[in-house]
Nanobody
Framework: QVQLVESGGGLVQSGGSLRLSCAASGRIFSIGSSGWYRQAPGKQRELVASIGSDGSTNLAGSVKGRFTISRDNAKNTVSLQMNSLKPEDTAVYYC?????????WGQGTQVTVSS
């Protein structure tokens, strides 16, 4: 069984930066794509950024130019660097990762951006 642990959320002022990290633990023999999702109150969960096992990335239009997703396969970590944060980025952010041909979710970390 693989577990994902997220860290790095918090409260930041508009225009500030945060870095989210997602660390996987357990026996891992296959690495697939990973991503970060977010869910704001009253809204559906949406994909923010994804990264393939080869490092190829995809970003939602609303965060392009501000967010960067990266991964370290040797450490089984996936990170989301968030710059120029806006109040509309406020949400619970969830890590999603595919390991050993299964999909796993983190517990979520709150990001709050004050205006």
């Amino acid at each position: 069984q693989v577990q994902l642990v997220e860290s790095g959320g918090g409260l930041v002022q508009s225009g500030g930066s945060l870095r989210l990290s997602c660390a996987a633990s357990g026996r891992i023999f296959s690495i697939g794509s990973s991503g970060w999702y977010r869910q704001a109150p009253g809204k559906q969960r949406e994909l923010v950024a994804s990264i393939g096992s080869d490092g190829s990335t995809n970003l939602a239009g609303s965060v392009k130019g501000r967010f960067t997703i990266s991964r370290d396969n040797a450490k089984n970590t996936v990170s989301l660097q968030m710059n120029s944060l806006k109040p509309e980025d406020t949400a619970v952010y969830y890590c999603n990762a595919n390991y050993n041909y299964q999909t796993y979710w983190g517990q979520g970390t709150q990001v709050t951006v004050s205006s």
